[in-house]
């Protein structure tokens, strides 16, 4: 059985084609194909809603036109990205799924594009999974528009057990980025920066660390490093590259601890991470220090997973497939109905 996935949800066009095996209950990466807007976007320092759109419907039909040309036509469901994301976006997605739902006669799978985030894990270098995981487990989702720690009960049964009060670790990045006046998009150049600078350089408060709970908030931190810019301009590159890595291991420390109390607090060791945030380097050891040192199950998806793409929206739609699920909960506001 194959599955195309379409993902919209920002500024990434993406396309997957995957095989499902019902019976056997595992599933692979046939074909993929991404278009980045970062070029497009980059002179506005941001993503621009109207101009995402507008590139995602002009890249589409010739990206599907590539891929039927290069897999052909035989597709037995459509899975699409319904929310959350930029709706302008969403709904150029949304659109060409309805239509070749209705025009190849085949059903069509709404998918939340954080419950892709979730399950990018189960998936092996070779971009072949399996619905077969023990339950329940902790996802960790780190990107630009959400940081959230899902309890993942039993496939389909989720509870959210701890969430950003304001901005996104990712959404922190590119913020601090704009601050140093480093181009967009602004959080892989802070990381980058970090790399040869002193961690322990400032001492920026760690927000929220310490509150017991899974709330997290790093609009303070944001806050924080724009008056100590304000009052230290920087004057040489090390300035700058101390400035990133204390911000970023401010967040590491953070998002460390929250797994920690998360952990602790339900008494789970597996742990899947996803989203844009994880491909950083250092986060990543951090986890899997961590993972290590307490006995954690820690599951990275493949790098190229982290960020968004419609192999991960295929997974989910592969996965509804094999638990017959019909009502799929919105557990994240911004889901466009189909």
């Known amino acids: 059985m194959k599955i195309l996935a379409i993902e919209t949800s920002c500024d990434e066009t993406a396309l997957a084609l995957l095989n499902l095996d019902k019976e056997a209950e595992n599933f692979q990466v046939l074909d993929h194909i991404l278009y980045s807007q970062i070029n497009e976007h980059s002179q506005y320092g941001g993503v621009v809603p109207a101009l995402a759109a507008r590139l995602h ?12 040309n290069r897999n052909g036509r035989d597709i037995d469901s459509i899975a699409v990205t319904v929310g959350p994301g930029l709706e302008p976006s ?38 072949v999974g399996t619905a077969s995981i023990e339950y329940p487990f902790i996802a960790y989702t780190i990107s630009g528009g959400h940081t959230e720690l899902v309890l993942v009960k039993a496939y ?6 701890g969430i950003t009060q304001d901005d996104a670790a990712g959404e922190a990045f590119d913020k601090v980025a704009k601050m140093l006046n480093l181009s967009y998009p602004g959080g892989p150049k802070v990381s980058k920066l970090a790399e040869s600078g002193d961690s322990e350089a400032i001492q920026f ?5 310490n509150s017991g709970d899974g709330r997290m908030s790093f609009s303070g931190l944001k806050t924080a490093v724009l008056y100590y810019i304000k009052d230290n301009p920087p004057q040489t590159e090390q300035d700058i590259a101390n400035i990133c890595a204390s911000f970023e291991q401010v967040v590491i420390d953070v998002l460390v601890a929250k797994l920690n109390w998360a952990v ?36 990275v998806p493949n790098k190229i997973l982290s960020t968004d793409n419609a192999i991960m929206i295929g997974v989910v739609a592969c996965l509804d497939m094999i638990y017959n699920i019909q009502d799929r909960p919105r557990e994240v506001d911004g889901s466009l109905e189909v």
């Not at 954080?114 to 399950?119: N, P, R, T």
């Not at 989203?275 to 599951?299: C, D, M, P, S």
């Open 57 to 68: 419907n002009k890249k589409l039909p010739v990206m599907l036109q590539e891929f039927i």
């Open 90 to 127: 969403l709904y150029v997605g949304v659109n060409l799924a309805n239509l070749l739902s209705e025009a190849l006669g085949v059903p069509l799978i709404p998918v939340n594009h954080m419950h892709g985030h979730m399950f990018s894990g189960l998936l092996d270098e070779n971009l």
């Open 156 to 161: 389909n049964d989720y509870e959210i057990i």
């Open 205 to 209: 408060p760690r927000p929220m660390i």
């Open 264 to 299: 602790n607090t339900y008494n789970i060791r597996q742990v899947i991470i996803g989203g844009g945030v994880t491909a950083n380097l250092k986060l990543r050891h951090a986890f899997e220090n961590y993972a290590t040192q307490n006995g954690v199950n820690l599951i």
